[in-house]
């Protein structure tokens, strides 16, 4: 019998309890006001820091700030700026539209390419007039200092400071009570003493939180850095005689970097995730797809497939701070055709066993009932069926679904025989969770 292999999917909400942003905050005023000193500390070019400037102001001029309910859409009517709250829903979109804008300028208006038609240009400069709230209006051609991809470009900077910036040094990273659970969970993935256990970490964020709680206990001598296309966009976090964890990076990482040709996206070689500042002065060069046609860009379709293939060999998923975000629906449908794929594999003696969903102790709130149901659908399309009269063996039944897969003979029959697969909600937070896994848990024992 082959290792079984855990898949964590990693979303923001893994993060946040350490201080991580979650996407509709990163315009927040306050969190703005944080930005400036890593800007300033990394050495960041003034005119970039100008531009996020801008950014910041033209996002706000359509959205007010309001004490108890943070930021809410300003709707008047009768304001020159209505185009712009028509254009803007949230900060994703916001910056979805910049990469567009961005995407085009680089398609359509650089020398030698070939060039837009007119009515292609009147909306080109229809959208940049309404995200810039009228600052912006007129075609640049691509390589303007001053043209949609520059601001993209200055975008990615700001994200990237929003979302590694409050990591703090080492050695509190190291004593700190807050990053404990991380910590405990990093030592327990790279030291199991299950030789049969591998695992695999999929993450949609660009922070190195992962890598920091890792290296907390690891020496500096820890393999990665390899080049991403033989290692799919990841990170070795741990490697001897018995195992490995990988972490797989699908949206990019504040560490990962251009080298040379920009059709050659590649980490850098021996990357050092305590310097990661050092990217933030050249933002051509920064590998973060941030939220818009970039993320499934070729630069990283490597990782994509190989984390799909990951989710399609696992015997157990975990999902942590991760909710199938309705803005990335893609992302949900490769992963719940990987994990409906994975409950009908033939022939394999390592099957889907568990699928937990972590998302804080409210398992009745919307977005663990729409994490369950878009799952127990993938499941039932590959002819599992639900059957609960006996899930509370495991968990009280309310927070399990125990999903039968179909005899073998049948419509995608599989080896899985009398076992079955769990569907958990775990009604813990991130940090919870992380404190008390260990690898006994995924014993079966049902």
Same mark, same amino acid.
């Given at each position: 019998?082959?290792?079984?292999? !855990?898949?964590?999917v ?37 005119? !970039? ?14 959205? +007010? ?51 837009? +038609?007119?009515?292609?240009? !009147?909306?080109?400069?229809?959208l ?7 600052? !912006? ?8 200092p ?32 807050r990053?404990?659970p991380?910590?405990?969970?990093a =030592? ?10 591998e ?8 922070? +190195?939180v *992962? ?5 907390a ?5 820890? =393999? ?25 990076k699908?949206?990019?990482?504040v ?5 040379n040709d920009?059709?050659?996206? *590649?980490?850098?070689?021996? *990357?050092? *995730?305590? =310097? ?12 973060l797809?941030?939220?818009? +046609?970039? =993320? ?15 989710l ?41 066993e568990s ?23 993938s ?17 009280p039944?309310s927070?399990?679904?125990?999903f039968?897969?179909p ?25 919870d ?12 024992s049902?």
């Amino acid at each position: 019998m082959g290792n079984s292999l !855990v898949v964590w999917v990693l979303g923001a909400g893994f993060s946040r309890a350490l201080g991580g942003p979650l996407l509709p905050d990163l315009f927040d005023r306050r969190l703005w006001s944080r930005i400036g000193s890593v800007l300033a500390d990394a050495g960041v070019d003034e005119d !970039v820091q100008k531009k996020i400037d801008e950014l910041h102001d033209w996002f706000s001029a359509c959205w +007010t700030r309001s004490e108890f309910f943070g930021y809410q859409r300003f709707d008047d009517s009768n304001s020159p700026r209505r185009d712009l709250v028509e254009a803007v829903t949230d900060a994703e979109e916001f910056l979805e539209r910049l990469e567009q804008l961005a995407a085009f300028e680089n398609h359509y208006l650089g020398d030698g390419e070939p060039d837009a +038609t007119e009515a292609q240009k !009147v909306a080109h400069s229809s959208l940049w007039l309404r995200v810039s709230g009228g600052a !912006v209006g007129s075609v640049k051609r691509r390589g303007d200092p001053n043209g949609c991809d520059a601001y993209a470009k200055a975008a990615r900077v700001y994200v990237a400071a929003a979302v590694n910036g409050y990591i703090p040094d080492p050695a509190t990273i190291k004593s700190s009570e807050r990053w404990q659970p991380y910590r405990k969970w990093a =030592k327990s993935l790279a030291n199991t003493d299950r030789r049969s256990i591998e695992h695999s970490i999929v993450t949609f964020n660009y922070d +190195t939180v *992962v890598e920091e709680a890792f290296f907390a206990h690891q020496s500096d001598e820890v =393999k990665q850095g390899c080049r991403m296309s033989d290692f799919a966009g990841g990170l070795s976090l741990t490697a001897n005689d018995h195992h490995k964890t990988e972490l797989i990076k699908t949206h990019g990482s504040v560490t990962f970097a251009l080298e040379n040709d920009v059709r050659s996206w *590649v980490s850098t070689k021996d *990357v050092d *995730v305590r =310097k990661w500042k050092k990217y933030l002065r050249t933002p051509s060069q920064l590998l973060l797809h941030s939220p818009g +046609t970039t =993320k499934r860009s070729g630069s990283l379709r490597q990782a994509w497939e190989n984390a799909r293939a990951r989710l399609e060999q696992a015997s157990d998923i975990i999902f942590v701070g991760y909710r199938f975000p309705p803005s990335d629906s893609r992302a949900c449908i490769d992963l719940l055709d990987s994990i409906g794929n994975n409950s009908a594999r033939n022939g394999s003696p390592e099957r889907l066993e568990s699928i937990r969903i972590v998302l804080g102790p409210d398992i009745e709130s919307v977005d663990v009932r729409r994490m369950s149901a878009l799952i127990g659908h993938s499941l039932r399309a590959k002819g599992c069926r639900l059957d609960n009269s006996n899930a509370s063996v495991v968990h009280p039944r309310s927070y399990t679904d125990r999903f039968r897969p179909p005899a073998s003979g049948e419509p995608g029959s599989s080896l899985h025989g009398g076992r079955s697969i769990l569907l958990i909600r775990e009604p813990l937070f991130a940090e919870d969770f992380l404190a008390v896994y260990s690898d006994a848990m995924l014993e079966r024992s049902y």
